[in-house]
């Protein structure tokens, strides 16, 4: 939803009921932002977005509305796709909301990597175990 400048990251409990039958990919297109920009950490937008997921929302709806507020792809195994909550008393620039995501990340084990100068971050464990033979 896009209100006067902010994107309202808000998600009834029917669409989360719902996952499988929403199509992220149109969701995201539908978005003012869905264009390929560069990496968020080096843009000095001052766009505001409402980062409140305030039920249990899965990893994967975060992600869509992250990826649309950055410009940057993710990827994750849908095996790790858990369920996170963020609560922000106000708007967030959008670093700031890829902050609070990153950290929302950490609480549920996982952390985002991301090679320099690519746009694409990779969801992985927060901890990798060697491969035993």
Do not use: C
């Not at 209100?3 to 808000?10: M, Y």
């Not at 039958?21 to 264009?35: R, V, W």
Request: negative net charge; glycine residues 4%; hydrophobic residues 45%.
């Amino acid at each position: 939803m896009h209100i006067k400048g902010t994107f309202v990251a808000e998600r009834n409990i029917e669409e989360i009921e719902a996952l499988d039958e929403i199509d992220l990919s149109k969701e995201i297109k539908e978005h003012e932002g869905a264009k390929s920009t560069p990496p968020i950490l080096a843009q000095q937008d001052e766009e505001l977005v409402d980062v409140n997921y305030n039920r249990p929302t899965p990893l994967s709806l975060v992600i869509a509305d992250i990826s649309v507020w950055t410009g940057l792809t993710f990827v994750i195994e849908p095996a790790l796709d858990t369920s996170v909550q963020i609560f922000s008393a106000r708007l967030l620039k959008k670093e700031e909301a890829y902050e609070a995501f990153i950290a929302a990340l950490k609480v549920v084990g996982l952390r985002a990597s991301q090679q320099s100068g690519e746009s694409v971050v990779k969801i992985l464990p927060l901890k990798s175990f060697p491969v035993l033979a």
